[in-house]
């Protein structure tokens, strides 16, 4: 199984990316997605997931902004962000969730938000 997320990169604040992340190895719909991210000093932080049916969760510094979405056709999930901050800046990891758990986690990609 493998999770490949790209998409970052340098945005000024107020800008947009979306990142996304490719899995392979694994059937892809049968999974709910998500990602996290990590900002330098900082725990990893649960920024959004995606279930089955599309249903979303988001972490309360990002709902309004931030929107996750997944195509089962491509086995990729997206995460289209806007309105990027300075605390925004982190690596965005994406992972599988089975279970209770995510236990398959992607490579990371960078996301720098400049003033």
């Known amino acids: 199984v493998q999770l490949q997320a790209s998409g970052g990169g340098l945005v000024q604040a107020g800008g947009s990316l979306r990142l996304s992340c490719a899995a392979s190895?694994?059937?892809?719909?049968?999974?709910?997605m998500g990602w996290f991210r990590q900002a330098p000093g900082k725990e990893r932080e649960f920024v959004a997931s995606?279930?089955?049916?599309?249903?979303?969760v988001y972490a309360d510094s990002v709902r309004g902004r931030f929107t996750i979405s997944r195509d089962n056709g491509k086995s990729t999930t997206y995460l289209q962000m806007n309105g990027l901050k300075l605390d925004d800046t982190a690596v965005y990891y994406c992972?599988?969730?089975?279970?209770?758990?995510?236990?398959?986690w992607g490579q990371g990609t960078l996301v720098t938000v400049s003033s």
């Open positions: 995606v279930g089955l049916t599309g249903t979303t």
């Open positions: 992972a599988r969730k089975a279970g209770k758990e995510f236990d398959i």
């Open positions: 190895g694994l059937t892809f719909r049968k999974y709910h």
